[in-house]
């Protein structure tokens, strides 16, 4: 029975999350930048070209975006 109703983030604990730092200059803060994504007409849904923003995080000191928080190969 671990079920506590008024917990903010449920089975989280923050002594067992890891801080992610950067690969460049082991930063450990981050901002929100986004990949824009072109979706050519032939497979948009709404048969026209359209971008997609994809959102990841980006190193706030030197800009770096490390290679796992790709989302696409
Ligand atoms: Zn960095």
């Known amino acids: 029975m671990n079920n506590m109703p008024?917990?903010?983030n449920p089975g989280i604990n923050f002594s067992q999350?890891?801080?992610l730092s950067?690969?460049?200059?082991?930063?450990e803060v981050f901002q929100?930048?986004?990949l824009l994504r072109k979706?050519?007409?032939l497979v948009s849904p709404t048969g026209k070209?359209?971008?997609v923003?994809?959102?990841?995080?980006a190193c706030i000191k030197c800009g770096h975006v490390n290679e796992d928080m790709y989302p696409i190969e």
């Open 49 to 51: 070209e359209t971008v």
């Open 32 to 34: 929100p930048a986004f």
């Open 17 to 19: 999350t890891a801080a």
């Open 6 to 8: 008024h917990m903010p």
């Open 53 to 57: 923003p994809v959102q990841l995080f």
């Open 39 to 41: 979706v050519s007409a």
């Open 22 to 27: 950067c690969e460049k200059c082991d930063n």
